[in-house]
């Protein structure tokens, strides 16, 4: 196998992990807009789409499989190889829990809200700039990016715990609607951790740059 082939195999599967990243972006970003508009069919969409992720990444997976054995690598194509692996693993995980939180819709598509949903739909563009963050950091091996996104991720926790605080205090004023709180609670957490996952693919392109492990969830 060329050099050149090899490096054209590489660009292959590295497109491939952005329409991959972009169809994650469109699958958070729509699972919101089904729990705020309380859109059932919106939601449905979501959870079908999944399958087009769980393609993607294990056509993705096989190609980095194949490419390996096809040549041995340098050390910077290993690290490379490795990253998007792990990069796709944590895509993957990103469109379940969306997945979730469209299932969270159709739990509460007959309920009235108790609140204006405002803090869930701040959260999930956060969520979407630190996915499309990370991302560039790992296109453009953008190292002062990927530190970017860890501050992101701090705006998410305060986020979360501010939702969390709110829906105790509601609960102790009116107890008739825990489970819908329990449920909102929840889609915050969700998207917590898709912030995480996010935080993950940074740690990689640092991993790709420098060949250090870091961890920006600390």
Do not use: W
Not at 17 to 26: A, F, P, Q, Y
């Amino acid at each position: 196998m060329t050099r050149r082939a090899f490096d054209s195999e590489l660009k292959e599967i590295h497109n491939d992990v952005l329409r991959m990243g972009s169809i994650v972006e469109k699958q958070i970003h729509q699972c919101v807009d089904s729990l705020v508009n309380q859109d059932v069919e919106l939601a449905e969409q979501t959870i079908e789409n999944d399958d087009l992720v769980d393609d993607l990444q294990r056509e993705i997976e096989d190609k980095c499989i194949k490419i390996t054995a096809k040549e041995q690598p340098l050390a910077i194509d290993l690290r490379t190889i490795f990253t998007n692996s792990k990069l796709v693993m944590d895509l993957e995980r990103m469109a379940d829990h969306a997945v979730d939180i469209a299932k969270i819709t159709l739990r509460l598509k007959n309920e009235k809200y108790i609140k204006r949903l405002i803090d869930i739909p701040e959260m999930s563009d956060i969520v979407n700039e630190m996915i499309k963050v990370s991302l560039d950091s790992y296109v453009q091996r953008d190292l002062d990016k990927a530190y970017r996104c860890c501050e992101l991720d701090d705006k998410i926790d305060a986020l979360f715990k501010r939702v969390f605080t709110d829906m105790i205090k509601i609960a102790e004023k009116d107890d008739s609607k825990v489970n819908q709180m329990i449920q909102l609670v929840l889609v915050c957490k969700y998207l917590e951790r898709i912030a995480d996952r996010a935080t993950n693919i940074c740690e990689g392109t640092i991993y790709l740059v420098t060949g250090e492990q870091k961890d920006l969830n600390e």
